[in-house]
C-alpha cells in the first residue's frame, strides 16, 4: 500500500514511523517538516519548512490525493494532533488516533477510558490517516540520507512568532532507562530537587504526574502520562503519584515500577512491581544517601 | 431588526470599541474517569452505564479559558455539547462556571464524524462566533480528534494543545504547548482551539450564587441530524490485564534498610 509519513526530523518519532510503515508496505514516502536533511532512505521525500500544522493541511491533502497514497502515518503529538483530523475531513478519510497495536488487514488498536480498555477497528476506507502513539514500536535504524523536493504552502492561515526550547538538563524523558517522577504528594516545587538527586546518581530523568504540573512545580514538557510524555523506561519510580488511569496509560511500556505513597490504597501499587508504603520524605533521602555511598 | 442576544454583543462593541466576540467552549459529558483500572467494567463495548456521570477532564479547563477571556473581553460565552438530555445537569457546571447559555445537541452516537457534524449544525445556528475552544481530548473516547474536524467542517483554523489566548493588535496569540517547549501562534481569522490544562486554567468551583444563577439561563435542545459515519467498523473494546503484582518492600524499622533492599532487588533483576 502507498504509504506517506509526515514527521519532524527528529530520527526516534520518525524511526518509529517507519516501523509502523513497514507494516503496509517496503519503501514509505516521506514529507518531513521543519529544516533539516531527512534521515533514512524512503521512496520519494518532500520538506516544507512551515511547522504550523493548520498551514499544512490543504498542500497535504493536495499531494496525498495526487500521489494516491492509501495510508498516512503521523506521530500522536502537536503537529500530529494538529494535521490527522482536520486532513481526514479534507479526504473524507477515516483516521484512528493514537494506534498503539497493527494488525494485518487494516486492523488497528488504541486504547480508551483513559487506557482502562483497547478498542480493535477495521479501516474501510483509502485512504486512512493513523496517528501513533510513541514508544509501541521500536525506532526502526535510519541509514543515509533521502534527498528531498519542497513542498510548496499557499495559504498562511497562522503565523509562527517564536519557538522555546524548555532545556532539560541531561537524558531526554522519553530516551531514560530510569525515571524518577513526583505528583501532587511532593507538596512542593522545591520538593522535586530531592527527586532530581535520585535521577541523576541513577543516570535517570525526571518526570511528573499531571497534578504536579498543574500545580506549577515543573515544566508541561516533563509530564508524563496519556495526555504528556509517553515513555518506557527500565525503572519508573511514582513518588508522590496515586496512579490514576490517564498516568498509567502512559508508562504502560514501563518494565518496573517503583511506588513510594503513604496511602496504601492509593491506585499506583496495583500497577507497581515494587511498592514503599511510607512517606517519601523518609525514603528519598536514604535512597540519595545508599546510592551516594554505593557510588 | 436584531435579537436579543445580538444587541447585546453590538452593546458590548460600542462599550468597549473593541470587536464583538462571541466565544463557544464545546463540553462533553463522560462516565466517571476517575474509576480506577482495576475496578473498570465495560457493558456493550462501553463504560458501565453505573458510573455517574461527570464533565471531561479537560473541557473544564477549556470552560476556565473561556470565562477568562469572556472577562478579560467583555465577550459572550456559549457552552454548546452533544449527549443525551440528563447530560443538562452536568453542563449546568460549565454554565454556573461562566457560560450564558448552554446548546445541546441531542445525540447518542460515539462516531467522531457524526459528532464533528452535529456541533457544527450547533455553531452555526449561533451565527457569529468568533472563537471555539474545547478540551483537547475528551475523557472517554480519548481521541483528540472530534475539534479537529469540527475547525475543518467550518473552514476555522485548527490549533491543538493550546496554554494561553490572548487579543494583540487585533489578532489572537496564542501559546501552544510542544513535545520540547512551546510555540507562539498569531491569526486573525476564526479558528478552533484545544486547550490543555496548565495552572493557568485550573477550573475555577462555582459560587452557590452562580450554581443557582445557572438553572435560570437558557438550554437550548437541538435535534441530531444525520451525519455520514466515519468508515471505520469497531470490531471490539476489551479491558486489557494488569499483571503486576507488587511486592511491598518492609519500611517499619529502617529506612536505609528499605532503600538498600530496594536498591539490591532493582539490581538483582538487571534494571538498573
Known sequence: MKTLIIEMIEPKRLGELVTVSREFCEQPDMVAVGAGQIPGSFGKAYQVADTVAANLVSDLASLILKEGYEIVLLTASTLGSGIAAPLSVKLSAPVVSEVIGIKPDLVVERPLYGGKAVATYKLNKMPAILTIRRKYFEAADLQGFTDSSPLSIAEKKVALIAEKEEKTEGIPLEDAEVIVSGGRGIGAAENFTMLQDVADLLNGAVGASRGAVDEGWVQPTQQVGQTGKIVAPGVYFAIGISGASQHLAGIANAKCVVAINKDEEANIFKRARFGIVSDYKKIVPVLIETLKEEA | ?272
Open chain 2, 1 to 272: 431588526m436584531f435579537g436579543r442576544n445580538e444587541a447585546m454583543r453590538r452593546s458590548i462593541r460600542l462599550k468597549t470599541g473593541g470587536y464583538p466576540m462571541h466565544i463557544v467552549v464545546l463540553a462533553k459529558v463522560v462516565p466517571d474517569y476517575e474509576v480506577p483500572a482495576g475496578d473498570f467494567e465495560l457493558t456493550n463495548s462501553r463504560a458501565h452505564s453505573r458510573y455517574k456521570r461527570m464533565m471531561g477532564l479537560y473541557d473544564e479547563n477549556a470552560i476556565e479559558s473561556g470565562v477568562q477571556l469572556k472577562e478579560k473581553y467583555s465577550a459572550s460565552l456559549t457552552i454548546v455539547s452533544y449527549g443525551i438530555k440528563a447530560d443538562i445537569q452536568v453542563l449546568r457546571k460549565a454554565v454556573a462556571m461562566g457560560g450564558e447559555k448552554l446548546s445541546l445537541v441531542l445525540g447518542g452516537s460515539d462516531d467522531p464524524n457524526v459528532i464533528a457534524a452535529n456541533l457544527k449544525m450547533a455553531v452555526e445556528k449561533l451565527e457569529d462566533v468568533d472563537l471555539i475552544l474545547a478540551g483537547q481530548q475528551s475523557a472517554d473516547m480519548d481521541r483528540g480528534i472530534v475539534h479537529g474536524m469540527l475547525a475543518e467542517m467550518l473552514g476555522f483554523a485548527f490549533i491543538p494543545q493550546v496554554a494561553k489566548i490572548e487579543q494583540e493588535d487585533g489578532q489572537w496569540k496564542v501559546i501552544q504547548n510542544t513535545e520540547s517547549g512551546s510555540s507562539e501562534l498569531k491569526f486573525g481569522g476564526k479558528a478552533v482551539l484545544s486547550i490543555t490544562s496548565v495552572p493557568e486554567n485550573v477550573p475555577r468551583i462555582p459560587v452557590v450564587r452562580s450554581i443557582f444563577a445557572a438553572k435560570k439561563k437558557p438550554v437550548v435542545q437541538l435535534p441530531e441530524i444525520e451525519g455520514d459515519a466515519m468508515p471505520v467498523d469497531e470490531l471490539s473494546v476489551d479491558i486489557p490485564k494488569m499483571e503486576s503484582v507488587c511486592e511491598f518492600l518492609p519500611t517499619e524499622d529502617d529506612p536505609a534498610e528499605t532503600a538498600k533492599i530496594l536498591l539490591g532487588r532493582l539490581r538483582e533483576e538487571r534494571l538498573i
